[in-house]
């Protein structure tokens, strides 16, 4: 079963940092791009971070100079280092990523979410 599971959220305070890990698992060949992103109750999934296979980077203003995407393709895992949190920061992290499967097929899969809570 292919998947990608998330770990590294919690509960942290205000100029704190954490760590996101999106690992895929399964029958796949390769992560193609992938993007972290977040959602608050009540408004749409914003896109916080994404990276290329081959390492180029884009990010949301609001988090531009305190996260950085990377990617370890031997290991098909994905990271979110957050640094400098705020209060508007919380959210539930989603990892989503076009995976290449062995059947040849590039689909998009999401991770389970995993609550990030910055206190003031």
């Known amino acids: 079963q292919v998947q990608l599971v998330e770990s590294g959220g919690g509960l942290v305070q205000a100029g704190g940092s954490l760590r996101l890990s999106c690992a895929a698992s399964?029958?796949?060949?390769?992560?193609?791009?992938m993007g972290w992103y977040r959602q608050v109750p009540g408004k749409q999934r914003e896109l916080v971070a994404a990276?290329?296979?081959?390492?180029?980077?884009d990010y949301a203003d609001s988090v531009k100079g305190r996260f950085t995407i990377s990617r370890d393709n031997a290991k098909n895992t994905g990271y979110l280092q957050m640094n400098s949190l705020k209060p508007e920061d919380t959210a539930v992290y989603y990892c989503?990523?076009?995976?290449?499967?062995?059947?040849?097929?590039?689909?998009?899969?999401w991770g389970q979410g995993t609550q990030v809570t910055v206190s003031s």
């Open positions: 399964g029958s796949i060949v390769s992560i193609k791009a």
């Open positions: 989503g990523a076009d995976l290449q499967l062995e059947d040849g097929s590039v689909r998009r899969y």
């Open positions: 990276i290329t296979r081959g390492g180029s980077t």
